[in-house]
């Protein structure tokens, strides 16, 4: 039963417009989710956070939207550049199950010239 | 550079067969974990250590075991090798163990059962 999903295995989106990147989940109890991104050859990296008590979240070119009720978070990058593909994986945690995370497939964003 | 350092890169075994992979932390921090990626799958996540103790274990085998050493550096233990258990495997630290840390995670170990 995969509780973090990310239906979408790629996508494409010509440079300098908008990237939306989907997330959702099913456990009510999540209530701290985060987006990673991974080039290939490294490991994850950090990119940008939520907490359940809001439901946006901004840092630079990259914003996190999350609809609790929808059970449901985006990641947004405008304007998309060349170095932002890569596989993205949101994950997501909750105070009940020891902050594990949870993680998602990973959706692979291929931008384009 | 995320400061976390695994060993070895690549790993290539036979069935059957017991290897070992180490993870160094970033300096400071107290947990590690241990992830499991198969090919086009989301990262599963396997054992978590906090200064030398176990502190949470998620969809780890009896044929994996871990531990962390005092000098807080953590080995992944995978025995009994069998062709699934092929995959990236990923080590990642944070400052502390419990609360909503960041996670810093190392470049993996790719390892592949013939």
């Known amino acids: 039963d995969q509780q973090v999903k990310q239906n979408s295995p790629s996508l494409s989106v010509q440079e300098g417009r908008i990237s939306i990147l989907n997330c959702d989940y099913t456990?009510?109890?999540?209530?701290?989710f985060l987006w990673y991104k991974k080039y290939p050859a490294e490991g994850p990296t950090f990119l940008i956070s939520?907490?359940?008590i809001k439901d946006k979240n901004e840092d630079g070119r990259f914003t996190v939207f999350l609809n609790k009720s929808a059970k449901h978070l985006s990641l947004h990058i405008v304007p998309s550049q060349p170095g932002d593909s890569a596989v993205y994986f949101c994950?997501?945690?909750?105070?009940?199950?020891?902050?594990?995370?949870?993680w998602g497939a990973g959706t692979k964003l291929i931008i384009k010239p | 550079d995320s400061g976390v350092t695994q060993t070895p890169k690549h790993l290539i075994t036979a069935t059957g067969q017991r290897v070992t992979l180490r993870c160094s932390p970033r300096?400071?921090?107290?947990?590690v974990y241990w992830y499991q990626q198969s090919l086009d799958q989301g990262l599963q996540f396997l054992i978590q250590?906090?200064?030398?103790?176990?502190?949470a274990k998620g969809n780890i085998l009896e044929r994996f075991s871990a531990q962390q050493f005092p000098d807080l550096h953590s080995e992944l233990n995978l025995s009994s090798l069998e062709l699934g258990d092929s995959a990236l495997y990923f080590c990642?630290?944070?400052?502390?163990?419990?609360?909503?840390?960041?996670?810093?995670f190392g470049p993996g170990t790719r390892l592949t059962v013939l």
């Open positions: 990642a630290s944070s400052a502390t163990g419990g609360g909503y840390n960041e996670q810093f």
């Open positions: 300096s400071g921090d107290l947990s």
């Open positions: 250590y906090y200064n030398g103790e176990e502190r």
């Open positions: 456990n009510s109890m999540f209530d701290y």
């Open positions: 939520i907490s359940s």
């Open positions: 994950a997501a945690s909750a105070e009940d199950s020891n902050y594990q995370l949870i």
